[in-house]
């Protein structure tokens, strides 16, 4: 399973775009990019997942690098209730085995 | 309402004293997993279970037991807790199998405390 890097804390303004960057650089081909967030002590909550193209939900947007190596998770209007730790973390298509999360990013949204 | 529960939600225990954190999912899941949740160190995984009799290692298994006889159950087990086990944990589960839909949802979390 990758490992994967996240900065420890970013700060956004309020409406702005969030850019949470990831580095998996040990990435493998049949490995998922997930992110997940969790908002003070709740359980993680899943937001987004890709494999090599970029991709959109209601929730943000996932660009992965064409080398696979990094990807960022782009919340377009931050809003306070965007305030979380947000993860990413590398699981293999097809099912999950041993799953690492890490440590995350501390989002703080600033109004 | 598709969901993952845990019971019990917060419990303070004393050292050695045998308890066991329920997990119960009723979405047919095939996976479950539990994490545990320390200032600065994320969510580390325990151990996981890929269906009913298999479960595996995680990243920090040491001093914990699982048990996986129903799909839908997965009880974490303490059998003599000490103080360093005093954490955050979460159960989760995920459907496997189907390409690129193995999302894990977790349940609201145990906070434990040993004394």
């Known amino acids: 399973d990758a490992k994967t890097t996240q900065p420890t804390s970013m700060d956004c303004a309020e409406g702005r775009a969030a850019n949470l960057p990831c580095n998996h650089s040990t990435i493998s081909g049949n490995e998922y990019v997930y992110w997940y967030r969790q908002i003070h002590s709740q359980g993680p909550q899943y937001i987004i997942h890709g494999l090599k193209n970029n991709e959109t939900n209601e929730m943000a947007s996932l660009i992965i690098t064409e080398d696979r190596k990094s990807s960022t998770l782009i919340l377009p209007h931050a809003t306070l209730r965007d305030t979380a730790v947000y993860y990413c973390t590398a699981i293999p298509g097809g099912g999950y085995q041993k799953v690492t999360f890490g440590t995350g990013t501390k989002l703080q949204v600033i109004p | 309402e598709a969901q993952v529960t845990q019971n019990p939600r917060y419990l303070i225990t004393v050292t050695g004293k045998k308890l066991t954190v329920t997990c119960s999912q009723n979405?047919?899941?095939?996976?479950m997993s539990w994490y545990r949740q320390d200032p600065g160190l994320g969510l580390r995984q325990i151990y996981y279970?890929?269906?009913?009799?298999?479960?595996d290692k995680g990243d920090v298994p040491e001093g914990y037991k699982v048990s996986r006889k129903e799909k839908r159950n997965f009880p974490l087990i303490l059998e003599s807790p000490s103080p360093n086990q005093t954490s955050l944990y979460f159960c989760?589960?995920?459907?496997?199998?189907?390409?690129?839909?193995?999302?894990?949802?977790f349940g609201a979390g145990t906070r434990l405390s040993v004394l």
């Open positions: 279970s890929m269906n009913v009799e298999v479960t």
């Open positions: 989760a589960s995920s459907q496997t199998g189907t390409l690129a839909k193995n999302i894990q949802y």
């Open positions: 979405m047919n899941h095939e996976y």
